[in-house]
């Protein structure tokens, strides 16, 4: 028996199954499940540049012969959604499975959705696990399905699923042998005579899944008292279990397509059956949609946010009582580290008084304040399109200027063909390209332009400023944003220049990169500081204002030394101690 | 001490305190006694300095990976403010200890927001231990390991035999650090249990 977190189980199970390929690009909560199986035996893994790219291979791997695992948050099916509809027509040859892990209550994400609507629009059977051995049992079972039925399968996890550390009683590395890949464009080229050839198999085959679910062993009727049945699935299973342990429950392990005959039985098997839903309406929209009636909670659960065993009791008997938080707290949201190089850019932004459209990552933190400085966040790749957008709408009129802010990562996942669409329509704007050389908020994972791959193969790093030259733009500098009067300058040109796009290229290892940042010996407060809060006005974890008299201190044992309040001092009160760290 | 049928302990402090390292060795330490066990976590966005929470419920049979309001048996917090921030997860007559100290989040720092007025005294009133941790760490022979001595504290409250804490620290800190860590895992203990 090992403690597993759901993304290592799921690991596991692929590795079992003899899945020889893995392919994805980390969001969280999934990131973890491919880092897993890179360090498994004989296996082959690689991050992508995104998600589409990665099932794309994916699916040539697996029309090659391999088994693979394609990895990626609930947003990032968004942008594999293209290839995966489709290869529901085309099928598989090596068993395919895609790893779709939802964020319900949004912890790490910017929308709430649930994967399963794309199973259910994708006609993709997809497993719902309640814990890790689930995902680790399903996840096994996926390979040799997604072969019977011809079609991908898809895993649906969320974050107390992947990040829940449950037992695994884990099992033998199958022996699987690549499949032989013959030619067959009836099969794998998607033009319409033959997608419409393939539309026929899918709806044979949707029928066939539909008696297979019946008899799945994964959906499975826990008969207890009778007067409440519970319908549900993943973790929600849990807190179900611990809110009415005396209830009978029907656990979903497929939630698409369901078991119609197995709902009906366990509906009529109970007085009140309930089906309990987190954070979207899937499972309950699809089950009234097979016409099986559902029972209300007296009092409703809520519909956005995690549920819980508590939610539960509530929704049936709302006066449990508990201990009130403690009021007036001082909120801790996360914040950009201490010596964090995308400060200053922006600090500065902020003082040009621009509109900044922002993009994901840890510099998605600089539209807290004190920087307060973003105006949009949306999606991946989305700062340097939303700001073409901006500049349409304006036009020729008077207005702020517009930049678009974009980390390195998310600039390869999806900011190219962006940055491409500006300058092939002729677009105006300033792109910051926020090049820390790494993937920071996911847990600083490779990607191409830092030239670092999953596995520690050799290759080569993404020479930025010559791909934005090559793609048409001009006007590119490359700036140090821990240098405040460079960062200034290059702002200022780049913000003259109305009539023309410019990209600037900001480069500065992350603080939290071992590798290759180098901490400097710490900053303090001397005596001349006048309490003009200049610094204080950085946001930087290692400055404190006194609350009594304005000054500011910094605590050396945060401070990296990185020197950028130094800089914004204008009487000369921030010194570097002597000497090293 | 008897084993109840389920106990959960909610962990609470500020991203890269070590609460997950401390969490994992609570799980190991259940999972030796011969108990069920499930840890959740949070990864992501909220380790960027802001608030964190891991829970480890632990038993003869565990659902729930997750603590509502009202039923953690054990607050074991990292910092007084976090301490406070999750108080109402505690149920009645759960215990807590509580590391001593306080870390200024940002809107604090920026002078836009004020900590709370002695929260030594309101933790009081509910109980709570508060542990010198970082003190005692450094005693110990390691500034690390003040995350160890706090589960030296929630240890006392825990029907664990030592030697299994002990077996399993000696299994998951850095070989050199294993005597400091199992002198602060002690040091932890004896204030709460002179």
Known sequence: MELLSGNEAIAQGAWEAGCGIGVGYPGTPSTETLEAFAKKEAVYAEWCPNEKVALEVGVGASAAGSRVLATMKHVGVNVAADPLFTAAYTGVNGGLVLLAADDPGMHSSQNEQDSRYYALAAHVPVFDPSDSQEAHDFTKAAYALSEEFDTPFMIRSTVRISHAKTPVNTGEKENYQPKVYEKDPTKWVMMPAYAKLRRVELDKRDAALSSWVEECPFNIIEQRETSKGFICSGAVYQYVRDAFPEASVLKLGVTWPLPKQKLESFANMVEDVYCIDEASQYLSSQILALGIELSQTPHPLPAAGELSSRALRLAFDDTEATTEPEAKLPARPPALCAGCPHRLVFKELARAKCIITGDIGCYTLGALPPLAAMDTTVCMGASISMAHGFELSYGESEHAPVVAVIGDSTFAHSGITSLLNTVYNQGVGTVCILDNRTTGMTGHQGNPVNGKTLQGRQTRELNLEELVKALGVEDVATVNPNDMKATRQAIKQALEAKDRLSVIVFRSPCVLLRDSFVAQAPYYVNGNCTACGSCISLGCPAIEKNPADGTASIEASMCVGCGQCSQYCAFEAITQSEGGR | ?194
């Not at chain 2, 976590?41 to 009202?70: A, L």
Request: one cysteine or more; charged letters at 15%; hydrophobic letters at 45%.
């Open chain 2, 1 to 194: 001490m008897t084993m109840p049928s389920i106990m959960r302990v909610l962990l609470a402090g500020v991203g890269g305190q070590g609460t997950i390292l401390a969490a994992d060795l609570l799980a190991k330490t259940a999972i030796a006694s011969g108990l069920e066990v499930k840890l959740s976590e949070i990864h992501g966005m909220s380790q960027r300095g802001g608030s964190v929470t891991t829970v480890v419920n632990m038993g003869e049979s565990v659902h729930s990976m997750v603590i509502s309001e009202g039923e953690a048996d054990y607050l074991l917090a990292f910092e007084t403010t976090e301490a406070l921030r999750n108080i109402h997860f505690l149920k009645p007559g759960g215990k807590i200890y509580v590391n001593d100290i306080q870390i200024s989040p940002l809107p604090v720092l920026t002078g836009k927001a004020l900590m709370p007025s002695n929260p030594q005294m309101r933790l009081e009133q509910y109980g709570a231990h508060l542990i010198p941790a970082q003190d005692l760490a450094l005693q110990a022979g390691s500034a690390k390991s003040a995350n160890v001595v706090l589960l030296g504290a929630l240890s006392t409250g825990l029907p664990f035999a030592d030697d299994v804490w002990e077996e399993q620290i000696r299994l998951k800190v850095p070989p050199k650090t294993i005597d400091a860590n199992l002198e602060a895992f002690r040091l932890g203990r004896s204030c709460v249990q002179p």
